[in-house]
Antibody, heavy 116, light 107 residues
């Protein structure tokens, strides 16, 4: 079975940094584009970033461009999201998501709270 | 960026009803559209991809339609388990974008 397990969320002050990790298993990780999607409390879904299978192509939402960096380690079947200059509006559950047939596999999410 | 306009925002219907949710793309996305269901406190679940293809394990009462830039998710015979929030998403070009969501309530 496909499994995606996020970690690294927590409480951070505005302007701070956090690094999210996602450990994947149950599929050939290196063959898939991986994404981060977030959901602010009581709000809808917002795609954040994507990294193609070989890291040759990386994309970001305008809302995080220049502040967040996505990366992956195919040998460790993991994807990461380095978040800097965090803002209150970055508060959300962050999901690690596989691109297959649409977004076909989601992790359970990790909560990031940005507050003073 | 491609905007996805989803309607209605809220829908209340009775068990057994046929309901439809609409998603309109601001430009051509071919059929690169997916539908997701999310229940409170749960992870979104893929229902449909490529606009009309049912994900494995999803009941056949769910169906998808596509006409130009207009897409529909239809539930034939609403069941108690169908309550939740439904989102559409285009995945033809970055940034990938979601509709605002439709909350389905059972009367």
């Amino acid at each position: 079975d496909v499994q995606l397990v996020e970690s690294g969320g927590g409480l951070v002050k505005p302007g701070g940094s956090l690094r999210l990790s996602c450990a994947a298993s149950g599929f050939t990780f290196s063959s898939y584009t991986m994404n981060w999607v977030r959901q602010a409390p009581g709000k809808g879904l917002e795609w954040v970033s994507a990294v193609k299978s070989t890291s040759a192509f990386i994309h970001y939402a305008d809302s995080v461009k220049g502040r967040f960096t996505i990366s992956r380690d195919n040998a460790k079947a993991s994807v990461f999201l380095q978040m800097t200059s965090l803002r209150v509006e970055d508060t959300a559950v962050y999901y690690c998501v596989r691109s297959g047939r649409g977004f076909d596999s989601w992790g359970q999410g990790t909560l990031v709270t940005v507050s003073s | 960026d491609i905007q996805m306009t989803q309607s209605p925002a809220t829908l209340s219907a009775s068990l057994g009803d046929r309901i439809s949710i609409t998603c309109r793309a601001s430009q051509n996305i071919s059929r690169w559209l997916a539908w997701y269901q999310q229940k409170p406190g749960r992870v979104p679940k893929l229902l449909m991809f490529q606009a009309t293809t049912l994900e494995s394990g999803v009941p056949s009462r769910f169906s998808g339609g596509a006409t130009g830039t207009d897409f529909t998710l239809t539930i034939n015979g609403l069941q108690p388990d169908d309550s939740g929030v439904y989102f559409c998403q285009q995945y033809t070009s970055y940034p990938l974008t979601f509709g605002g969501g439709t909350k389905v309530e059972i009367k």
